[in-house]
């Protein structure tokens, strides 16, 4: 009989991780700064932003995008649609009317 995986495993492929929003913007700082000439080598910039080398130096490649740019083809909505749905449905909800298919 085989091993069965914990309940908390992960579903990630390996080596995959979730990038949370703060580490995400300490990238983007990174980068840019070592873009920027304020750092001479991407692991002074990695290390100074406490983000991870890899990560990074596969941003300043080229080589992968942040995951809010990198699917922004694959949207229904565009942002300025997206901000305009939401804004619809809180003046609905502060105005006490159901969101249903219905509504106009």
């Not at 990238?27 to 000439?37: Q, V, W």
């Not at 949207?75 to 619809?88: A, C, G, I, K």
């Amino acid at each position: 009989m085989g091993r069965r995986p914990s309940p908390t495993a992960s579903k990630q492929s390996k080596g995959t991780r979730t990038i949370s929003p703060e580490q995400e913007k300490a990238i983007e700082r990174a980068h840019l700064e070592f873009k920027s000439g304020v750092f001479k080598h991407v692991s002074e910039a990695a290390q100074a932003h406490d983000v991870p080398y890899h990560t990074l130096l596969r941003r300043v490649k080229g080589l992968t995008r942040p995951k809010s740019d990198a699917h922004k083809g694959q949207r229904l909505l565009s942002t300025e649609e997206e901000e305009t749905l939401v804004d619809w449905l809180k003046y609905l909800a502060l105005t006490g009317h159901p969101v249903t298919r219905r509504t106009p």
